[in-house]
């Protein structure tokens, strides 16, 4: 029976060792979503190590009616699947502001959110290029319900990546 367990174990540690990572120092480009209309985002990737890494995005939304801006941060873990296909998962949070002018009718405000991330990529071999799909859930904390620019507390993010890796 020891030898069966001793076996068991040889065989997961070498299969959890044999997935090597391809998480690059550094991965920076834009992350495109739709959140409440934060369209574009300037996204930068910063690894820890083999398996963990930061990620920090900036989005803003310049329109007729609504200006805002919104900083997020996010700490994920990232597990390999096969060649340069990796999955991740993270939690993170982010703040920002926003001002709303439509027919005489101002108001602005700021606002702080907690987030979770949950994504594939791909990890280009020729070229050092990144191609990622997410879904960030988003609960903001200090929502006001009367204000013009959001009418709940959550806000689903569904968002694709291109990074480039250094």
Do not use: C, H
């Not at 992350?31 to 369209?39: H, L, P, Q, Y």
């Not at 507390?153 to 990074?163: C, Q």
Request: charge should be negative; aromatic fraction near 14%.
């Amino acid at each position: 029976m020891k030898k069966v367990i001793l076996s068991a174990i040889m065989l997961l540690s070498l299969a959890f060792s044999s997935q090597a990572q391809d998480i690059s120092k550094n991965a920076l480009g834009l992350r495109i979503g739709d959140n409440d209309g934060f369209g574009g985002e300037i996204s930068y990737q910063r690894g820890l190590d083999d398996n963990n890494r930061l990620e920090f995005d900036l989005g803003w939304r310049n329109s007729k009616y609504v200006d805002a801006i919104k900083l997020v941060g996010l700490y994920q873990w990232v597990w390999n699947i096969e060649g340069g296909f990796n999955w991740y998962a993270g939690a993170g949070a982010g703040a920002g502001s926003w001002s709303y002018n439509k027919n005489g009718v101002s108001d602005s405000g700021v606002f702080i959110l907690a987030t979770g991330d949950i994504g594939i990529e791909y990890n280009l071999k020729e070229i050092p290029l990144q191609l990622s799909l997410d879904f960030r859930p988003e609960i903001y904390l200090n929502n006001n319900s009367d204000n013009q620019f959001r009418e709940n507390n959550f806000g689903p993010d569904l968002g694709l990546g291109v990074r480039y890796k250094f």
